[in-house]
């Protein structure tokens, strides 16, 4: 039997295959010399995999995916939490930056 396929949809529109390490590599820059294990950063992909093919759907846009990697990093480290955040919004300048620390 073979896998159901998830695609995320871009900002532009553009459609990708969902990639489980592509999200790793987002978690693991995020949590650089951060005291967050390899195992934890699995989990956390394992999580957010479990919710987007639990939709039911074969496409989910690119926010819901970043919002919900943000939200993990928020519980588990607030470090890479804004290390994801700061690529993730493309913060325009300090000032939202603040903002967003100050949310924490």
């Given at each position: 039997m073979e896998a159901p396929r998830l695609f995320v949809v871009?900002?532009?529109g553009r459609r990708e295959q969902y990639s489980r390490e592509k999200i790793l590599a987002?978690?693991?820059?995020?949590?650089?010399?951060?005291?967050?294990?390899?195992?934890?950063?699995?989990?956390v992909a394992a999580d957010l995999e479990r919710e987007l093919f639990a939709r039911g759907e074969s496409e989910v846009p690119s926010?819901?995916?970043?919002?919900?990697?943000?939200?993990?990093?928020?519980?588990?480290?607030p470090v890479a939490y804004i290390r994801f955040a700061s690529v993730y919004?493309?913060?325009?300048?300090?000032?939202?930056?603040?903002?967003?620390?100050?949310?924490?």
């Amino acid at each position: 039997m073979e896998a159901p396929r998830l695609f995320v949809v871009k900002k532009d529109g553009r459609r990708e295959q969902y990639s489980r390490e592509k999200i790793l590599a987002g978690l693991r820059k995020a949590c650089e010399k951060r005291p967050i294990s390899e195992s934890r950063m699995e989990a956390v992909a394992a999580d957010l995999e479990r919710e987007l093919f639990a939709r039911g759907e074969s496409e989910v846009p690119s926010a819901l995916v970043g919002e919900k990697l943000m939200e993990a990093l928020r519980q588990l480290d607030p470090v890479a939490y804004i290390r994801f955040a700061s690529v993730y919004r493309s913060f325009r300048d300090i000032e939202s930056f603040r903002e967003e620390l100050a949310q924490l």
